[in-house]
């Protein structure tokens, strides 16, 4: 090995070290010390007895109610992915489009959302929503409904404003995805005979895949594990796993069962990712 070759390798390790340093102290230790209280006992009072056991994981593979909550959580993340993907496609595909002078603005406020804490989205959302919010007035005056819709305190509510609160992370993936489109391949299929709807099926469609594939992932990670929106919105009356977690951990004290959830929670994320590697793996052999 070359003295250059060598010091290459040293300076490589010398950036990788510090940053896997930081890493191992503000991730591994946390997620480990996780994994170990999660197979201690506690009960209600608080009290957490120093063991080893699967008493938590038990107690949440043996009652239905966990299971449940479990699919609710799943389909949460089902739903609010699809919808989002619905709804910014047709966004990110004008800002790929748009010859407008105006399209770095246009980009921006697109995302611009992300500026804003979703906390304040959320009570945004409270307000728009609410028995005596916008819509609902709005609706009301129109003369389309005698009294207020329930939109909030429910999982209709909770759909709605993931679903605004998701949509910058998709756009931004599908901007990205959007790169490796290439006009001229629209052009060309059209000249051949192919009207709007082919040439998107058949062109754009499969082209953006990777970008759609990357936001699902995105968004139905960060909905699943999503505590704050759920909560204000729902009111209290939705739980998924996020939110049981929370309970567990600052209401009933349990925090062994907490963790448990925790990590049946990241479970799910990776079941998630290798659907994803796979999918994506697929479409890049295409």
């Known amino acids: 090995m070359s003295a250059k070759t060598r010091s290459a390798r040293l300076t490589v390790l010398g950036l990788t070290v510090p940053g896997l340093i930081g890493l191992a102290v503000s991730f591994v230790l946390p997620l480990a010390w996780l994994l170990r209280m999660s197979f201690n006992r506690g009960d209600s009072t608080g009290f957490i007895e120093e063991t080893f056991t699967l008493d938590s994981y038990a107690q949440f593979v043996g009652d239905s109610y966990y299971w449940d909550m479990a699919w609710e959580t799943t389909l949460l993340g089902l739903g609010v992915t699809a919808l989002t993907i619905l709804v910014s496609y047709p966004i990110a595909l004008f800002l790929v489009r748009t010859e407008s002078k105006f399209k770095g603005i246009l980009v921006a406020l697109a995302v611009a959302p992300l500026l804003t804490s979703s906390v304040v989205r959320t009570y945004g959302w409270l307000v728009l929503l609410g028995n005596q919010g916008v819509v609902n007035q709005a609706l009301m005056g129109a003369g389309l409904v005698d009294q207020p819709l329930a939109l909030i ?38 000249s051949l005979g192919a009207n709007r709807w082919r040439t998107f099926w058949r062109i754009v469609w499969p082209l953006s895949m990777p ?32 939110t049981e977690i929370y309970d567990q951990a600052t209401a009933t004290l349990n925090w062994p069962f907490a963790a448990a959830i925790a990590f049946i929670l990241l479970a799910l994320f990776a079941v998630v990712i290798v659907i994803y590697q796979r999918a994506l793996r697929r479409i890049e052999a295409q």
Request: hydrophobic share 55%; with cysteine.
């Open 211 to 242: 970008g759609v594939l990357t936001g699902a992932l995105l968004v139905f990670v960060l909905t699943i594990s999503s505590f704050v929106t759920p909560r204000l919105v729902g009111g209290g009356r939705v739980f998924y796993l996020a």
């Open 153 to 190: 305190n429910n999982r209709l509510g909770v759909y709605i404003a993931l679903v605004e609160i998701m949509m910058p992370y998709m756009i931004l993936c599908l901007l990205a995805g959007f790169g490796r489109f290439n006009p001229e391949l629209e052009h060309a299929a059209q």
